[in-house]
């Protein structure tokens, strides 16, 4: 949900972008979105949508365009976490954002933030920690997820005042990732970021990499996704453990689903609806997906079904 009031036909809010793709042209589609864009991902899909969009329409009249939709044309990414996304889109700052939370999304659609809403990709959450393992949790085990955070509270508690102290490093910053290490933590009956603040429970306000990094460097438990564990630096995963690893069952606590918002208002409208609608293509965006792959490793699975949407 957006924490901003919408404001129809406002001017575009201007934001920096982190990234352009395209050769050459005017910027028409602003995609708003955190991990993907560190992983590689929405580079990928941007500019395969921009070649299949250019040689569809080059050679067709204006007329047979969408409105508004000019060749060439060139794509950016807003980097922003799934909070700051959907502000982005009230601001029209962004025309797209890719966002991680069905509940805020669909209140986002009634606020008159965004119109359309369709499942994107699937991505997932990882529970790692330092090769030490100071929480003694079993590798590869059936235990839930559940009974590993619950684990990590004991240890936590149990060596607080000692020199090597059981820590978890939380982002902090209502990121889906954020979002989602915070619901474990309530159902197992904490809140570690209450009163009083729990010193193990290390915030840490960053993306995905830099949090990453810091995890690795402080020896910390963390929730990371899953592109961003196979696409960052190889010295950071080596000295980090997977305990947990979500899967593409609508129950896990860790799977992270992606839908693609299109905003209500958005300056580029036209453009914003076409590459949404590129997206859900299985021969368009759901086959890059389906192949993008980092050092081997398939990072996302295809959005379900879109009845299941």
């Not at 993306?207 to 899953?226: H, M, N």
């Amino acid at each position: 949900m957006a924490s901003v009031k919408v404001i129809p036909n406002a001017p575009p809010h201007l934001v920096e972008p982190t990234e352009i793709y395209g050769v050459e042209g005017p910027i028409t589609l602003r995609i708003a979105t955190g991990g993907a864009g560190q992983s590689g991902l929405l580079r990928t899909l941007a500019e395969a949508f921009i070649n299949d969009f250019s040689q569809q329409y080059s050679s067709a009249p204006e007329s047979e365009r969408p409105p508004g939709c000019v060749i060439p044309f060139r794509a950016c990414w807003i980097a922003s976490d799934t909070s700051a996304s959907f502000n982005n889109l009230a601001l029209n700052a962004a025309d797209v954002s890719i966002t991680y939370h069905a509940t805020a999304e669909k209140i986002a659609m009634g606020q008159g933030v965004a119109d359309r809403r369709e499942n994107a990709w699937r991505d997932h959450f990882m529970l790692v920690g330092p090769k030490s393992n100071p929480a003694k949790l079993p590798v590869g085990s059936q235990q839930t997820v559940y009974d590993l955070f619950a684990q990590i509270f004991c240890a936590a508690i149990e060596t607080a005042n000692s020199k090597h102290p059981v820590r978890y490093l939380s982002r902090f910053d209502k990121s889906a990732s954020n979002i989602c290490e915070s619901k474990i933590w309530i159902t197992i009956g904490q809140a570690p970021w209450s009163h009083p603040y729990s010193t193990w429970y290390h915030q840490y306000i960053d993306f995905p990499f830099q949090s990453l990094r810091i995890a690795s460097k402080l020896a910390e438990y963390t929730l990371v996704d899953r592109g961003t564990w196979y696409s960052i630096e190889e010295d950071v995963t080596d000295s980090l453990e997977i305990f947990a690893e979500g899967t593409d069952d609508e129950d896990d606590p860790l799977l992270n689903s992606a839908h693609a918002l299109v905003g209500a208002f958005g300056a580029n409208k036209a453009m914003a609806t076409a590459f949404v609608d590129w997206l859900i293509k299985p021969d368009g965006g759901q086959k890059i997906i389906k192949e993008f792959a980092v050092k081997g490793h398939v990072l996302y699975t295809t959005a379900p079904e879109r009845s299941e949407a």
